[in-house]
């Protein structure tokens, strides 16, 4: 059989394929879990084992770091190939690998002169050990950068502060998306650092899962998604030694500067989960709807008029969430550029609002050829429908995209990812 991956991703090198086949090694594991975990809105917790086993915590982790040596395709290969066992896990895994960006991006701002001779060793040693957690370690992070807190000028906006203190850091703030509370070995939390203002305040600190004053915030239970693990956290006084800290004013938003299109470099990937979902709830349906057949001509129910429009809008639908997906996965990721990193912004800010747009449609056209027999809320269309209208909101919402790209043509006005309050 071919590779789930090779479903999205074109003309896939061996090595690439070497690394899919390993993803596909913990689908059993996904797939038996998959409906429990979505009933109890809980993450399976065993699969953190079964990650580490596979190697997979270090999927986009350089060779050197002990990781798989993998990049933007592999990882989007990744979430695309879970996501049709489990979105919930799918979503889960890709918040633990987008952590990578936080040690691979200060790597490459190093190798462009962005840091300085004194900053520099602090900013090598923090990647380092970043890497290795997640490569030599074999551990899984938690990505902890939204908060509750929005603007009208930036996507994110940071209100957790860290102040100095002899020998590190001392937090205090909550964060409200992430996945992987009380999963995760360790947290990676953005916060502002206290004193310096705007968006150069801004910090990335290693917290320990059970360090004193970090606690769960109260549990979420969404409509989709359900067994992600995204309570969130509250930060009460927690202590953050200087070696588990990248503090240095700027620093952030300088390896930010180094990634390609969406925010700190990977979050095309996070579209591939709900085309994922699309593609597993287009394939149940049209599976039944094939083989059903109508008691006075014996006929395939598919070939009903009104099947076959659904069916038509279904296939149309799908192959419009790829041609995005595809399309935002080679701008980011070809090599040399195509086009400069403020169109790829702009594509992106379209991007994901059609591909989570188209895959919700396909929902719920599978919803209305599938009948009332597929209504029960853990079966497949049901759970299809709720994971793919997490996809309208996560991030931000198609209507906000368009309107930031509309700016963007309008007045050349770009896109803040990042803000401090």
Partial sequence: MPLIASRLLERMTPDEIARAEAVEQVLPALREAASQADADARFHLPHVKTFANAGLLGLIVPREFGGMGGGLRDLTGAIYTLATACPSTALAYFFHCSSASRGLLPLEGLEAGLYNADEAP??????HKLLHKMGTNRLWLANFASESGKSEGANIT??????KVD????????????????????????????GVDGVEGLAVFFVQRDAPGVSA??????????????????????????????????????????????????????????????????????GMLTKMKFQDTGRSIAESP??????????????TGYLWQRRQLE????????????????QWRMAKGEICEAAFRVGTNAFKACGTSNTTNNGPIA?????????????????????EVAKMVTDGAGVQSFGAK
């Fill in 217 to 286: 915030r109260a549990p979420w239970e969404p409509i989709g998604l359900r067994a992600t693990a995204t309570d969130g956290i509250v930060l009460k006084d927690v202590f953050v030694k200087d070696e588990e800290a990248l503090g240095i004013p700027g620093a952030f938003t300088r390896m930010m500067k180094m990634s390609r299109g969406t925010f700190v470099g990977n979050q095309v990937a996070v579209t591939a989960v709900y085309l994922a979902a699309a593609q597993t709830v287009y394939d149940y349906a049209i």
């Fill in 167 to 194: 020998g590190g850091w001392v937090l205090n703030g909550i964060k409200s998306f992430g996945c992987g509370t009380g999963v995760a070995d360790e947290y990676l939390v953005t916060a502002k650092l206290a």
């Fill in 306 to 319: 009104m099947h076959q429009a659904l069916i038509g809008e279904m296939t149309v639908d799908l192959e």
């Fill in 383 to 403: 759970r299809a429908l709720r994971d793919l209208s997490m996809g309208l909101l996560q991030a931000f919402p198609a209507e906000r995209g368009r309107l």
């Fill in 122 to 127: 602090i900013v090598r040693a923090f990647a």
């Fill in 158 to 163: 940071i209100g957790t502060e860290a102040k």
């Fill in 331 to 346: 701008l980011e990721s070809s090599d040399p550029p195509i086009l400069p990193k403020p169109l790829v912004m702009r």
